[in-house]
């Protein structure tokens, strides 16, 4: 089971950037698929989620309004949108599977990780 994140990059704050987490040997619809993140010198922290149906959303508080988290099965993706960018959104972003986990739980319950993809917000 591979993820592949991609999207990031440097930005001015304000600014938007959309990470993708794709998937090239398994068929993304059938996991719940969060998105992490982690500053360094912090833990790793969840960021947005989707279930498996799409039907359930999360977003961490310090993100609400600002990000939006989508499928698309016919690219075999997840998107994140993030929009109105801080400083303090700066880190490495992870995208995770799972087939049982549900929205909202901790990093440790996913089975599956992508590689990273860096986002940088200047202030």
């Known amino acids: 089971v591979q993820l592949q994140a991609s999207g990031g990059g440097l930005v001015q704050a304000g600014g938007s950037l959309r990470l993708s987490c794709a998937a090239s040997?398994?068929?993304?619809?059938?996991?719940?698929i969060g998105w992490f993140r982690q500053a360094p010198g912090k833990e790793r922290e969840g960021v947005s989620c989707?279930?498996?149906?799409?039907?359930?959303?999360y977003y961490a508080d310090s993100v609400k309004g600002r990000f939006t988290i989508s499928r698309d099965g016919a690219q075999n993706t997840v998107y994140l949108q993030m929009n109105s960018l801080k400083p303090e959104d700066t880190g490495v972003y992870y995208c995770?599977?799972?087939?049982?986990?549900?929205?909202?739980?901790?990093?440790?319950?996913?089975?599956?990780w992508g590689q990273g993809t860096q986002v940088t917000v200047s202030s």
């Open positions: 995770a599977a799972d087939l049982i986990a549900k929205c909202g739980t901790p990093p440790g319950s996913y089975d599956y």
């Open positions: 040997t398994f068929t993304l619809n059938y996991y719940t």
């Open positions: 989707i279930s498996s149906s799409g039907g359930t959303t």
